[in-house]
T-cell receptor, first 111, second 112 residues
C-alpha cells in the first residue's frame, strides 16, 4: 500500500537559513510526488511537482528513488515561507488516480 | 476567482444528526475528492468520484457517504454524526492529476 511519511511535525528556522522538509514514501510502482502548501487562513495549494522539475518560490525537491525520499529544500528561508507543508504521492486506481498525503510539517521562519 | 466552493465555513451539529457538506466547482472537472484534515494526521481521503453518479471509497469511508448527481457538485453525507467526526473537511477537484488539485476553503465541523 502507498504511504507518505513526514517525520517532522514542527520545524523552526531563522530567516536566511537553509531549510529542508523531509518526505519519505513507500509505493510499489513508479512514484509521482508533489508538495502542497497551506498558508495561514488560505486554501491548500500546489507548490511543486517532481515531474516538472520546477523551482517555485525558491523551493526545489528532488526525487531520490534509492532512498524513497522527496525532500523539499530552500537555501534561504523567508518569513513568508511560514506555513504548513504536505508531501503527496500519486497512486493509480483502477478508475484513475488519487493522492495520498503525509502528516504535514508546520514550518516557522523566525525573524 | 473562487473555483471550488464549500457551502459552509463552520458548522456545529449534534450527535446523531444527519449532516450534509456541499462542494461545488466551476471548472468542469471530472474528478472530485473529500478529505478530512486533522493535526498530526494530515489529509485522509474519505471518498472520491471520477464521474457523475460514480464514487469510490477512500481510506476512511466509515460513517460517511457521498452523492454526485451533477458534475459540478459533490456532497459528503454524515449519516449519523459522532464526536469523532469533528474535523476540518476539504473538498478538491482536478482535471488531471498532472495539474494538481484545486482545494476549497474547508468546512470546520464540530459535533457536540
Amino acid at each position: 500500500a502507498q504511504r507518505v511519511t513526514q517525520p517532522e511535525k514542527l520545524l523552526s528556522v531563522f530567516k536566511g537559513a537553509p531549510v529542508e522538509l523531509k518526505c519519505n514514501y513507500s509505493y510499489s510502482g513508479s512514484p509521482e510526488l508533489f508538495w502542497y502548501v497551506q498558508y495561514s487562513r488560505q486554501r491548500l495549494q500546489l507548490l511543486l511537482r517532481h515531474i516538472s522539475r520546477e523551482s517555485i518560490k525558491g523551493f526545489t525537491a528532488d526525487l531520490n528513488k534509492g532512498e524513497t525520499s522527496f525532500h523539499l529544500k530552500k537555501p534561504f528561508a523567508q518569513e513568508e515561507d511560514s506555513a504548513m507543508y504536505y508531501c503527496a504521492l500519486r497512486s493509480r486506481w483502477p478508475s484513475g488516480s488519487r493522492l495520498t498525503f503525509g502528516e504535514g510539517t508546520q514550518l516557522t521562519v523566525n525573524p | 476567482d473562487v473555483k471550488v466552493t464549500q457551502s459552509s465555513r463552520y458548522l456545529v451539529k449534534r450527535t446523531g444528526e444527519k449532516v450534509f457538506l456541499e462542494c461545488v466547482q466551476d471548472m468542469d472537472h471530472e474528478n472530485m475528492f473529500w478529505y478530512r484534515q486533522d493535526p498530526g494526521l494530515g489529509l485522509r481521503l474519505i471518498y472520491f468520484s471520477y464521474d457523475v453518479k460514480m464514487k469510490e471509497k477512500g481510506d476512511i469511508p466509515e460513517g460517511y457517504s457521498v452523492s454526485r448527481e451533477k458534475k459540478e457538485r459533490f456532497s459528503l453525507i454524515l449519516e449519523s454524526a459522532s464526536t469523532n467526526q469533528t474535523s476540518m473537511y476539504l473538498c478538491a477537484s482536478s482535471f488531471s492529476w498532472q495539474y494538481g488539485y484545486t482545494f476549497g476553503s474547508g468546512t470546520r465541523l464540530t459535533v457536540v
